[in-house]
């Protein structure tokens, strides 16, 4: 079944009538569409088919257009009224735009190729030949892309055999088969084989802002914000920068080295507390007379952590300690000294199961979490002793 292929004749119309031919459970195939199929690394349109919502388009095995809709409201030879999710699919006409000005001139003028391309809903990434790409080359990038979209540089499309095609010498191979190849020129920056769908003017990608690089089987991949994208994150940045300042009183100049500042005083606070918790922890430690003790620490400013640090492998010990944590406990066993030898394992079940606890550890320490009351699983720590 043929479909005309509107999309390509005219990428700007928004609406269109169009005869259903074909039906098979959600997917739909009509006589003609301006819905593009993902494919080249664009996602697939989406939009409205009659009273029925379009969430994807892509291509059968056979070349056909199918057109994934949520329901089916309409019946085959219907005409039916389509509308594009404009907004979606205008920003990956600007985003393929931009990622051909990218790859083009990382091509022309810096001799970087791209292995691979993927144009997401917030990002735009380029994956290049190289392990690492120098970050103020990256930038002298976004500026020359840039550059090139005030120009505003003209994009049309040509139709070309093969063999002409070969002969343009372009930057990368042409990956489709067959004789004619659709090339995609972006005069004076860039011209390549491709299938997608692209914007009239450079002008119309707005910006381009390069936000860093990650690497990806060996090879740099360098990440954009294009358009709408790329604004949203300048004004959010400005935003947090507005919000950070005033959060600590501070100039966007001195911003930085006054959050530093206040970092090193926060690490140094949280350092004296941690070595006060540790404090009382040994207080509460040294006060527990020799023998079999529990110890609730429930409301204590320490954790069974700093508990832990404070127990001294001499003393003649068995202690279980609890802490309520909502509606579970924290525990942790401690058999020092001439209590070292206690079987902790031997006895696991007989004192974890009446409470639903769990955990382990190895001699002297033992740690865990259970959901019982705390003074029966006090009293089943000393009957192991009795």
């Known amino acids: 079944m043929e ?3 509107v999309y390509y004749s005219r990428p700007y119309q928004t609406e269109i009538e169009a005869k259903v031919l074909a039906i098979d459970g959600l997917e739909v195939i009509l006589d003609r569409t301006i819905c593009y199929p993902e494919g080249g690394g664009q996602p697939g349109d989406r939009g409205t088919m009659g009273e029925s919502r379009i969430l994807d388009t892509r291509k059968s095995g056979e070349g056909a257009i ?4 949520d329901r089916v409201t309409f019946q085959v030879g219907d005409t039916v009224r389509v509308k594009l999710d404009w907004n979606h699919r205008y920003f990956y006409m600007q985003a393929h735009t931009a990622q051909h000005m990218i790859s083009g001139i990382l091509f022309a003028k810096h001799q970087i190729g791209t292995v691979a391309i993927h144009e997401g809903e917030e990002i735009l990434t380029v994956e290049t030949d190289r392990g690492r790409v120098d970050a ?10 840039n550059r090139g979209i005030c120009e505003g540089h003209g994009v049309h499309y040509e139709q070309l055999t093969r063999a002409e095609a070969l002969r343009r010498n372009l930057r ?3 990956k489709v088969e067959g004789d004619a190849i659709r090339l995609v020129v972006i005069e004076g920056v860039d011209e390549i084989a491709c299938g997608g769908l692209h914007v009239a003017n450079t002008r119309e990608v707005e910006l381009v802002q390069y936000v860093g690089q990650e690497v990806i089987r060996g090879h740099a991949r360098l990440i954009f914000r294009v358009a709408g994208r790329a604004k949203e994150e300048i004004r959010h940045n400005r935003n947090l920068v507005n919000q950070l300042g005033a959060l600590f009183s501070a100039q966007s100049d001195t911003l930085l080295q006054t959050a530093e500042e206040a970092m090193r005083a926060y690490h140094q606070l949280r350092a004296d507390m941690n070595h006060l918790r540790e404090q009382v922890a040994k207080m509460d430690w040294a006060a527990l007379p020799d023998g079999v003790a ?6 204590k400013p320490y954790g069974l952590k700093d508990l832990a640090g404070a127990i001294d492998g001499e003393r003649n010990l068995a202690l279980l300690a609890v802490k309520q944590e909502g509606s579970s406990l924290r525990w942790l066993v401690s058999c020092t000294g001439t209590y070292r030898d206690f ?10 199961a009446p409470v639903s606890g769990k955990g382990g550890g190895r001699a002297p320490l033992y740690q865990g979490s259970a959901s019982g009351e705390r003074e029966t699983f ?6 192991l002793f009795s």
């Open 3 to 5: 479909t005309e292929l």
């Open 66 to 69: 199918l057109h994934k809709v």
């Open 136 to 145: 103020s080359l990256c930038l002298q990038l976004e500026d020359e892309v």
């Open 172 to 174: 990368r191979s042409i």
């Open 294 to 299: 529990t110890l609730d620490i429930t409301g």
């Open 343 to 352: 079987d902790f394992n031997a006895h696991r079940s007989e004192l974890l």
């Open 378 to 383: 006090f009293r089943l720590f000393r009957g």
